[in-house]
């Protein structure tokens, strides 16, 4: 009778060193795309040692809400329709009986040329003309800075309509009668209104901008997927298993090392 073998190697293996090195890759992969932000953080992914109960295995999965959105993409929606406006604790109402929500957006600073900028920072960063006009309103005493857009008074600039996406018919219709045309009008440029925030050396660069449940604008593109877990899978496949190789061998030749006098043959 060979003795049971508990592979106590191989367990340790995938219990630690292999769940991290998924996870550090997965987080290599995923870091240049875009501003994944908590997606990325060590807190957002889960060990799963063993997998459902199943001996020898292992899974790994990122928790974060919008995980499957990156992952899979999205098809295009209208982004007020998507919103529980009923339960929503952030929702505001106008005196017309409307719920609204303010947004706010960071504008990172562009930094100088000699500098290191992350991935993130250059997503993120204002022009340098924009910084540089921003400052000198500031400098003025100005609590927020001005940027119209370009045009007459008065007249926003049209955004891309809606007929060149794939817009439900309502939403067309309901763009028409608010709107004037099957498209949505920004009432102000990207950075107007910004604001800076914070003392010194802490400062940050805020807009805000209002989303209320019967806008006609907020209309979220649809996006490809980036498919990290195919990628990890793929980067994963040598390295993994090297590593469980050694590990199994390991528990072979430690049950091959036991004495002859600890076994017995049938």
Known sequence: MVPYIEFLNTNAALGGPVPDMIIAVWQEVSAGHRATGQYTSSLSFTRMFPWHGKPLSVAVANTTP???ALEEGHVGFHLPTQIDWGSSRSARTSKKGTRYLRIPFRHMTPGRESEGISSLRARTAMPQEIYRSAMAQFRTGARSARFPLPGKVGVGQLS???RAMNVPQWLRQHA???????????????????????SAGHRSFMTWRTLSEDSAGWWIPPTQGFHFAAQVVEKMKGPVSDLLGAAVAKDIAEIISLKFSDVRFR
């Open 66 to 68: 919008y995980a499957a």
């Open 160 to 162: 891309r309509p809606y």
């Open 176 to 198: 028409a009668a608010t709107e004037g045309h099957e498209g949505y009008t920004w009432r102000a440029g990207k950075f107007e209104g910004m604001r800076r925030m914070g």
